[in-house]
């Protein structure tokens, strides 16, 4: 099996005042090497909080996480940390850059954290990515002073600094105008194409999940068949 | 790779992560770092000014040369809590034959009675303050005195009733405003002329400098009507035979005084006694100055919390990529301790300023002990004061701080 993430039974609740809510429950799904796939869902439907626990951002209350076929559910929180810091690339509909970095400074900021040793130079990296995305002219601005089409490449080229195996976009194009969106999208599915990372893109509106080659529909927390 | 210990590549980008916060919020980072500037400020300050006063007492001592034994009416200064110097009721008056039984103490260099009497001094149309010492011509040596002009009493004149002076530096420089040309002048007190003979270099001592030295039986029936002394110094030829000198001493005046009437005490009593008040004074300057260190360290730590609060989000960016609670609590302890240290280094810096100018009135010193002080007890509040904010961030939930609005 070669699936970079697989998700066995994974329930997350939590209680809001006395009442226990399933965000997320009894989830089974694996997502595969080199895959482009989209997790659908309205607001609400847990998609969020599902894309946090494959991110390794958040851990299920019941069920396992595979990453590379090892259960990450028991890992310590320093373990998590350098997993994503390694394996994960996030892309928000915030951008969620640092805006007292500058472009090339937020590029480079997750290899600050690496605990192991890098194969390539960061600044060099980060530099190739971001003259690839078209963007190196603004490598020395900050991240307020660039448009957001640029600050979502921007964040792209974060996500894939430390040579992740999957980029989890969240709502990757929901802060930006339908035509910048494209080209994001655009970005994202030659990056996949290109490098054969693993790409999966959250989001509640059908075309930009029609992109992708296959679809995950989220309601009430739960896999469905169809979206609706 | 890496477990407890932050590497020194580690600690130089916290450092720089450090700096760029700290720069972003100029007006915040200088206000927050005021509070510990002025807290080391106090304590160096205190400490420079304790040990000032600590090093001018003993320079006041050690001026009079090291192998001294002093001789004193009453209890004394080690016995009874303080000083007791002369006209002390009960105590004992010493007098000529006191000094003609001292000389018979072997190993002794020198025998000085003193009298002092503070007077009014006239000359050149001028008056002014000033101490009139009434001592031998071995008082010079035992101060160590040399002339600027003139000469010092010769040995019979010392011991002789001859209207003669020796004046103090200031004392001629008051008087004669060049202090050379005091020699050969008159100066009166108490009725008395007295002719000047030589004029002292300056001691730096406030009360060497502005007497004048008189033999001390010059002033018999006139200032000094009992023909008593004030005290009497010994000089020991030698420094280990100072105990010995010591107890010959006090055996030697026990034939005549009672054991309470007069106390004989070696310089290095007294000195060591000096020590002890000065260590403790120094110790409750500290701990006075250490107030406002405290106060300063709670300022760290409340604007520290307030960043903190105000960084939710990149603190949940930095996790989401792969930052540990620990890369996030050394960031913001870093933080904590480059402001303090900041603060520390401003406050060492503007108290040395201070010292330095307060050395022309007063020996301050910074010491050792100061600049270990401004930097350890900084860094160590910005440690303390810090680790609590950096806790509080580094426990965020990543999910939650990178939600944060």
Known sequence: MSSVIRLQDVTKSYFLGEEEVHAVSGINLSIQKKEYISILGSSGSGKSTLMHMIGLLDSPTSGKIFLNDQDISKLSDDELSMMRNNNVGFVFQQFNLINKFTVLENVILPAKYTRSKLDFDPVQRAEELLKRFGIYDRRNFYPNKISGGQQQRVAVARALIMKPQIILADEPTGNLDSKTGDEIMDLLESLNKETGVTVVIVTHEREIAARTRKQIFIRDGKVVDKYL | ?405
């Open chain 2, 1 to 405: 790779m890496k477990s407890a210990i932050v590497s020194q590549t580690e600690i130089i980008h916290l450092f720089k992560s450090a700096i760029v916060d700290l720069k972003r919020n100029k007006v915040r980072s200088f206000l927050t770092s005021l509070g510990i500037m002025i807290g080391v400020l106090s304590v160096v300050m205190l400490i420079a000014l304790g040990l000032g006063l600590k090093n001018y007492i003993k320079g006041q001592f050690e001026s009079m040369g090291a192998n001294m034994i002093m001789i004193l009416p009453g209890s004394g200064f080690t016995g009874g809590g303080g000083f007791s110097g002369a006209g002390v009721v009960g105590g004992a008056e010493f007098d000529e034959r006191d000094v003609t039984t001292l000389r018979r103490v072997r190993g002794i260099d020198y025998i000085v009675p003193v009298t002092m009497k503070a007077v009014t001094v006239e000359a050149n149309g001028k008056d002014v303050f000033g101490y009139v010492m009434g001592v031998n011509d071995e008082a010079f040596k035992m101060f160590n005195t040399k002339t600027i002009a003139g000469s010092l009493f010769s040995k019979g004149a010392g011991t002789s009733q001859a209207k003669i002076a020796v004046l103090g530096y200031t004392a001629a420089e008051k008087l004669f405003t060049n202090p050379k040309e005091g020699v050969g002048q008159v100066v009166r007190f108490s009725d008395q002329r007295f002719k000047v003979v030589g004029v002292a270099e300056k001691k730096g001592d406030p009360e060497q400098d502005s007497a004048v030295y008189v033999p001390y039986k010059s002033i018999y029936g006139s200032l000094n009507p009992k023909k008593t002394f004030w005290a009497i110094y010994l000089g020991v030829k030698d420094e280990k035979q100072l105990t010995q000198v010591k107890k010959d001493t006090e055996e030697a005046l026990l034939k005549r005084y009672k054991e309470d009437d007069f106390s004989v005490t070696e310089q290095s009593e007294i000195l060591s006694t000096v020590n002890q008040i000065f260590n403790i004074l120094n110790l409750v300057l500290i701990a006075i100055g250490s107030i406002s260190l405290l106060v300063g360290g709670i300022g760290i730590m409340n604007i520290m919390y307030a960043t903190v609060t105000e960084r939710i989000k990149e603190i949940g960016i930095r996790r989401a990529v792969g930052a540990t609670r620990k890369d996030i609590l050394l960031q913001f302890l870093m933080e904590s301790v480059v402001v303090s240290l900041l603060g520390g280094l401003l406050g060492l810096i503007f108290s040395i300023l201070i010292v330095l100018v307060v050395r022309f009135f007063f020996p301050a010193a910074v010491n050792g002990l100061a600049v270990a002080i401004a930097l350890l007890v900084s860094g160590g509040i910005g440690v303390f004061f810090g680790v609590f904010p950096a806790r509080k961030a580094a426990s965020l939930p990543p999910i939650e701080a990178i939600r944060y609005e």
